[in-house]
């Protein structure tokens, strides 16, 4: 029996690499061997069985110079669906997407007059009504995700305490999973923000990188061939920082943390503007070039100690950021101990329910 249930555990895996290799880059049968290590046997096998479950499909033949061409394979959107849920300082977001990151349906509703156990029993409802009106067959929603200001213990499933969310300190989200009837999956609303780049972002294929979710505070995940976590999983606290050891006394006990700068509220903070959006339609030039400084600082510390390639910057920062990005490159350039060049975007995750779906979507094509 022992045998039976590790060749079982093995076909599984297998399984999974081969639907976590096709979805990051369709390939054929042959090319799937070459890359898994697979034999063409096994992958013939597997492949006839994901085809019957309707995990991939075949799609158009791929250019080739001589001989037949091969047929490519596609991982099948909406063969499987994930829940997406971010509960931030003042309302609730969450929805439902395939495994091609499509939200197929969105809802949101304000949480600062609600207890925790009223927004989570909320949470349940809404779920449950969405999924009626998407006639989805509960069965092929591969679990839900959920987001929150950081810290959270993402391996219990609990929020910890994040500064200015005094209610959520210590609420354990299990029960969602309980009442929802499908595996539940935690993270730090920037980690998975950093999870989802890999995805759906524009850091597909991407290796070493640093994605920043910049609004009423900064957080960051550094994605290092894997996403790095620390010890505990409390790691990536970017917005923590010092950019200035006599600077700001910030809620965390230290003083000069980058999100005492570079915050919205605290970079708009003396300025005539309300947001960031009416800042850079008024041409705020003087403040695109503060915000570059002090985020660069704290980007410069990172990127010397993980080596990374690429940064991202997501949040409110995203209108209008091209000046942005490229004063933040110029000044990374200048100040990187390798000199090397490392290129700056603008986030496309657009949404806090695909960057907690995506929590779904990276467990599911994990392969351990």
Not at 52 to 65: I, R, T
Not at 137 to 156: F, H, K, S, W
Not at 185 to 193: D, I, L, R
Request: charged share 20%.
């Amino acid at each position: 029996m022992k045998h039976a249930t590790n060749a079982l555990l093995m076909k599984e895996q297998n399984k999974k690499l081969i639907l976590r290799t096709i979805y990051e880059n369709p390939c054929s049968r042959a090319a799937l061997a070459k890359a898994t290590g697979l034999t063409k046997a096994a992958i013939t096998v597997l492949i006839d069985e994901l085809l019957a479950e309707g995990l991939v499909y075949e799609c158009g033949a791929q250019q080739s110079a001589i001989g037949r061409r091969p047929i490519l394979l596609r991982i099948a959107g909406d063969s499987l669906y994930a829940v997406g849920v971010n509960i931030s300082r003042r309302h609730c977001e969450l929805g439902i997407l395939n495994l091609s990151g499509k939200v197929l349906i969105k809802k949101r509703f304000a949480t600062h007059t609600m207890t925790p156990r009223e927004v989570l029993s909320q949470i349940v409802e809404t779920v449950k009504a969405d999924i009626k009106e998407l006639g989805i067959d509960p069965a092929l929603i591969r679990g839900v995700g959920v987001t929150a200001p950081g810290p959270v213990d993402y391996r219990n499933k609990k929020i910890l305490t994040p500064p200015r969310f005094t209610a959520w300190h210590n609420v354990d989200l299990t029960v969602l999973s309980e009442q929802l009837h499908m595996p539940c999956y935690v993270e730090n609303v920037a980690t998975a923000y950093a999870i989802g780049e890999c995805h759906f972002g524009c850091c597909v294929g991407k290796t070493h990188y640093i994605s920043l979710l910049v609004n009423d505070g900064v957080g960051g995940g550094i994605f290092n061939e894997t996403m790095y976590r620390g010890k505990k999983g409390l790691g990536n606290e970017i917005g923590h920082i010092s950019i200035d050891y006599q600077g700001k006394k910030c809620n965390c006990g230290n003083r000069g943390c980058l999100e005492c700068y570079a915050s919205i509220p605290n970079i708009l903070e003396g300025t005539a503007f309300s947001s960031w959006q009416e800042a850079m339609d008024a041409d705020a030039e003087a403040l695109v070039e503060k915000e570059a400084e002090y985020l660069s600082v704290a980007l410069v510390s990172a990127i010397n100690l993980f080596d990374l390639q690429t940064v991202v910057i997501g949040g409110d920062l995203v209108y209008k950021g091209e000046a942005l990005a490229t004063a933040i490159s110029k000044k990374l350039k200048d100040k990187v101990i390798t000199k090397q060049s490392v290129e700056v975007l603008l986030s496309r995750m657009d949404s806090a329910v695909l960057a907690a779906g995506s929590l779904v979507v990276e467990h599911f094509f994990e392969v351990t």
